[in-house]
């Protein structure tokens, strides 16, 4: 497995040096296996030699994988790989009921992700692959000493690091990595349909994890599962595995539903179970687990022709602890519908509309990103609605996540609880790139 670093010297500015390192030995190994090493690029994905032919893998007329290296007759090492997600992003919101911070002016832009990373296909059906969030860039701002703060310097830390060993039917890995729950996070945030999830996900769902998994190819299956075991929380200043000082696990079905509501379509059922203790701050170590200690989702993906539908449905119970007004509220439960209908309008714009609806008495949290510029955005209220449109451009009709512009506006209303929470428009705009 690729070893994380060791201390707090590994992360930050270092973490260039450490991937070019990493992918320093990985092309090194090919070499050393006997391998043919970089060829030129002549549309068989066998490796690059120049800048033009990174150019030809990365944004060319017929992107996929960059490949630094690719031999399959090498027993050994059959793939290097190098990949890049890089999302930039402005927004404004436009309160009603509330201003917005003395100097945040209701709007921002930030990169809202960073990662580079590498992996590698070893032993026909090892695969190894380690991602970083880089640091030094500019992220979300933040309100400190009666004014808003923008941007905020990210830090380097380590997003994934992880093997992953292919048996007949299944697949199981080990190390960190996003688990794979609930409709909208499931997806590839290089593949969203909207620049955000709906806000119910954003309060459930967990960070990048240490643990150990199981799945099958449900491209392949009439029948399909993903069961994990996680650890509630890390040390991001040090590659450890995982601190463990509470446990998660989650457990996904689907079956295929052609013809159900859609010509194509998949039904899923999501249990996720946190043996943690949901108080506000009971660790140690960086929290990385789910908001609530049960949550059960159902939900399905369909399509038909260029329209393709999400519907889910969401129940969670005992959710985490927060502080608030000098005490500390547990909400006990929460619940929430989305529904995200999209239409191909051609091979190169999307149209996309989203509806999301969550309640819990003193449960609901708005979405904290750029609802957080407006004052008192970021409470719970008993209930919060929005609606959403945008509209997606890509360049490439047969690889969209390659590069893309999506843009959106969203109304949200919210209602009841103990703060006046969001309730206003929201506008996003912004550039995103994945290979």
């Given at each position: 497995?690729?070893?994380?670093?060791?201390?707090?010297?590994?992360?930050?500015?270092?973490?260039?040096?450490?991937?070019?390192?990493?992918?320093?030995?990985?092309?090194?190994?090919?070499?050393?296996?006997?391998?043919?090493?970089?060829?030129?690029?002549?549309?068989?994905?066998?490796?690059?030699?120049?800048?033009?032919?990174?150019?030809?893998?990365?944004?060319?007329?017929?992107?996929?994988?960059?490949?630094?290296?690719?031999?399959?007759?090498?027993?050994?090492?059959?793939?290097?790989?190098?990949?890049?997600?890089?999302?930039?992003?402005?927004?404004?919101?436009?309160?009603?009921?509330?201003?917005?911070?003395?100097?945040?002016?209701?709007?921002?832009?930030?990169?809202?992700?960073?990662?580079?990373?590498?992996?590698?296909?070893?032993?026909r059906d090892l695969k190894?692959?380690?991602?970083?969030?880089?640091?030094?860039?500019?992220?979300?701002?933040?309100?400190?000493?009666?004014?808003?703060?923008?941007?905020?310097?990210?830090?380097?830390?380590?997003?994934?690091?992880?093997?992953?060993?292919?048996?007949?039917?299944?697949?199981?890995?080990?190390?960190?990595?996003?688990?794979?729950?609930?409709?909208?996070?499931?997806?590839?945030?290089?593949?969203?349909?909207?620049?955000?999830?709906?806000?119910?996900?954003?309060?459930?769902?967990?960070?990048?994890?240490?643990?150990?998994?199981?799945?099958?190819?449900?491209?392949?299956?009439?029948?399909?599962?993903?069961?994990?075991?996680?650890?509630?929380?890390?040390?991001?200043?040090?590659?450890?595995?995982?601190?463990?000082?509470?446990?998660?696990?989650?457990?996904?079905?689907?079956?295929?539903?052609?013809?159900?509501?859609?010509?194509?379509?998949?039904?899923?059922?999501?249990?996720?179970?946190?043996?943690?203790?949901?108080?506000?701050?009971?660790?140690?170590?960086?929290?990385?687990?789910?908001?609530?200690?049960?949550?059960?989702?159902?939900?399905?993906?369909?399509?038909?022709?260029?329209?393709?539908?999400?519907?889910?449905?969401?129940?969670?119970?005992?959710?985490?602890?927060?502080?608030?007004?000098?005490?500390?509220?547990?909400?006990?439960g929460l619940a929430g519908?989305?529904?995200?209908?999209?239409?191909?309008?051609?091979?190169?714009?999307?149209?996309?509309?989203?509806?999301?609806?969550?309640?819990?008495?003193?449960?609901?949290?708005?979405?904290?990103?750029?609802?957080?510029?407006?004052?008192?955005?970021?409470?719970?209220?008993?209930?919060?609605?929005?609606?959403?449109?945008?509209?997606?451009?890509?360049?490439?009709?047969?690889?969209?996540?390659?590069?893309?512009?999506m843009t959106m506006a969203?109304?949200?209303?919210?209602?009841?609880?103990?703060?006046?929470?969001?309730?206003?428009?929201?506008?996003?705009?912004?550039?995103?790139?994945?290979?």
């Amino acid at each position: 497995m690729v070893q994380a670093g060791s201390g707090t010297d590994m992360v930050g500015n270092h973490v260039p040096g450490l991937f070019f390192y990493a992918a320093c030995f990985g092309c090194a190994a090919g070499f050393a296996c006997g391998a043919e090493g970089f060829s030129s690029w002549n549309g068989t994905a066998a490796g690059v030699s120049s800048l033009s032919g990174l150019w030809a893998q990365s944004y060319g007329d017929r992107p996929g994988n960059v490949h630094l290296y690719r031999n399959d007759a090498n027993p050994w090492l059959q793939e290097f790989n190098v990949s890049l997600r890089a999302q930039y992003q402005a927004a404004a919101v436009s309160p009603s009921g509330s201003g917005t911070y003395p100097g945040s002016h209701g709007r921002t832009e930030e990169w809202r992700r960073l990662r580079l990373g590498w992996n590698a296909r070893v032993l026909r059906d090892l695969k190894v692959a380690n991602i970083w969030n880089m640091g030094g860039v500019d992220s979300l701002g933040y309100y400190k000493g009666g004014r808003w703060n923008d941007h905020k310097m990210t830090r380097g830390n380590l997003y994934e690091a992880n093997l992953e060993y292919s048996l007949p039917g299944a697949v199981v890995g080990a190390g960190k990595v996003l688990p794979v729950i609930l409709a909208e996070n499931r997806i590839s945030s290089s593949k969203y349909k909207l620049p955000e999830i709906s806000a119910v996900e954003n309060m459930l769902v967990s960070d990048s994890s240490f643990g150990v998994w199981s799945y099958n190819d449900e491209k392949k299956e009439p029948l399909g599962y993903y069961a994990g075991l996680w650890s509630n929380t890390d040390e991001r200043s040090r590659g450890t595995w995982g601190t463990w000082e509470s446990v998660n696990m989650s457990l996904g079905l689907s079956a295929r539903a052609d013809g159900l509501l859609l010509k194509e379509g998949r039904l899923y059922c999501d249990w996720i179970y946190n043996w943690g203790d949901m108080k506000d701050r009971p660790y140690d170590g960086n929290y990385t687990g789910t908001g609530a200690r049960n949550v059960l989702a159902v939900y399905y993906y369909g399509k038909q022709g260029a329209f393709e539908l999400m519907a889910q449905a969401v129940w969670a119970s005992r959710l985490r602890e927060y502080s608030s007004g000098g005490g500390v509220i547990a909400p006990s439960g929460l619940a929430g519908l989305t529904v995200m209908p999209s239409f191909n309008l051609t091979g190169h714009v999307q149209a996309v509309a989203r509806y999301q609806l969550a309640f819990g008495p003193d449960a609901v949290k708005p979405n904290k990103r750029y609802a957080s510029l407006a004052e008192r955005g970021g409470n719970r209220v008993d209930c919060y609605q929005a609606v959403a449109a945008g509209l997606n451009f890509f360049v490439y009709r047969d690889d969209p996540a390659r590069l893309k512009i999506m843009t959106m506006a969203e109304y949200g209303h919210s209602r009841g609880g103990r703060s006046a929470g969001f309730t206003g428009w929201t506008f996003i705009c912004g550039a995103y790139t994945n290979f």
